[in-house]
């Protein structure tokens, strides 16, 4: 036998006891279920260029019925109202010369939010969304 003795590591494994909710958190998780299956849920949108073109479509299969879903979602009845209501967002959420992708989305889940039942609440709900992101960004830069 030579002089080096043959060790055998022993792994052990941390066995970790998953998490478990408390009550109030598994009705919470049951609860918001539950809303997400009221109402389909309209299609983000996503921002992207093209020869130096920004461009803004929904994040969907099938554009037609992305459309009908975000116009269901807010409350119009053609689609120019919804192209024009979304190049308005994205032009309150652009950040420099960039559309904040991010930003649009978290502005069309306000407006979605708020479940206008037509175009001049779908504006009023876009109104908002702008002022907060408006009020947020001046806000981050006060001086106290």
């Excluded at 803004?56 to 192209?83: N, T, Y």
């Amino acid at each position: 036998m030579t002089g080096k003795a043959k060790t055998k590591k022993t792994e052990t494994k941390d066995l970790v006891t998953p998490y478990e909710p408390t009550p109030y958190e598994r009705a919470a998780m049951v609860a918001y279920f539950a809303r997400k299956k009221e109402k389909p849920l309209a299609p983000r949108m996503k921002v992207s260029e093209k020869g130096g073109v920004i461009q803004i479509a929904p994040d969907h299969p099938e554009a037609a019925v992305a459309h009908v879903l975000l116009m269901e979602a807010i409350g119009a009845k053609d689609l120019d109202f919804l192209d024009g209501l979304l190049k308005q967002l994205a032009n309150a959420g652009t950040q420099g010369r960039t559309v904040d992708e991010n930003g649009l989305n978290f502005m069309l889940s306000i407006v979605k939010g708020i479940e206008p039942r037509d175009q001049v609440e779908a504006m009023l709900a876009a109104q908002m969304a702008a002022v907060h992101m408006s009020t947020m960004t001046f806000a981050r830069g006060a001086v106290i």
